[in-house]
């Protein structure tokens, strides 16, 4: 629910408006639970993920370096342009929340098991979990590194929506893929960025929300 121009509550102090430290750690710990879940789903139907895990995963494909390595090394200019622009309390917050996703990744697999996910369900719903996942970090000032800080960056900067601009970054690389996976998984990935994007398209609105 969203309040108009005219029936929006007076204005309140500016530590009545922001999120306290514990709010901060819920939320980056719900949000990393989340995306990493869709995570689950899509590497169990076989999609591919876009942003900078596509990237990384990309290049894990084409020169057998590490996924982990690969996704590391591409960040880093990112965590420079963090730090450059949004301060260093975004880029610890967002240092805190990519070591907790790829915890989560992995303790995943330990408790819950996946068979025969078709590839547009997962597309699907993982895609929208992975986007209320983003809406939770992006609105507790942090992201998960990469193309993400740059998106955030872009609309801060320039008035372009996040969402519109990852789903353009996540449609080159799932076009790049297009040979790496089957059809029915492709198009699986191109909805789940679809879905996934659309969240943060419609909820990401600096305009619509107060709280910092």
Do not use: C
């Amino acid at each position: 629910m969203t309040a108009t121009a005219t029936t929006l509550p007076p204005a309140a102090p500016d530590d009545a408006l922001g999120h306290t430290w514990l709010e901060d750690v819920l939320a980056i710990v719900v949000g990393t639970l989340l995306i990493s879940f869709g995570v689950a789903m899509f590497k169990s139907a076989g999609l591919l993920t876009g942003s900078t895990a596509g990237l990384a995963f990309l290049v894990h494909y084409q020169t057998g370096v590490p996924f982990g390595v690969a996704f590391s090394l591409i960040n880093l200019p990112f965590y420079w342009l963090a730090v450059k622009r949004m301060g260093w309390l975004f880029t610890m917050k967002t240092f805190v929340a990519v070591s907790l996703l790829s915890l989560f990744t992995g303790l995943h697999g330990q408790f819950a098991h996946f068979g025969g996910l078709n590839p547009f369900y997962s597309g699907l719903i993982g895609g929208l979990m992975m986007g209320m996942g983003f809406i939770a970090l992006f609105r507790h000032k942090a992201s998960l590194g990469g193309v993400n800080i740059l998106a955030l960056y872009v609309q801060d900067r320039y008035g372009i929506r996040a969402g519109k601009l990852q789903l353009g970054v996540d449609m080159v690389i799932l076009l790049a893929s297009l040979f790496l996976v089957s059809v029915p998984a492709l198009l699986g990935s191109i909805l789940g960025a679809a879905a996934l994007n659309m969240v943060i398209a419609m909820n990401h609105r600096p305009d619509r929300y107060i709280g910092t």
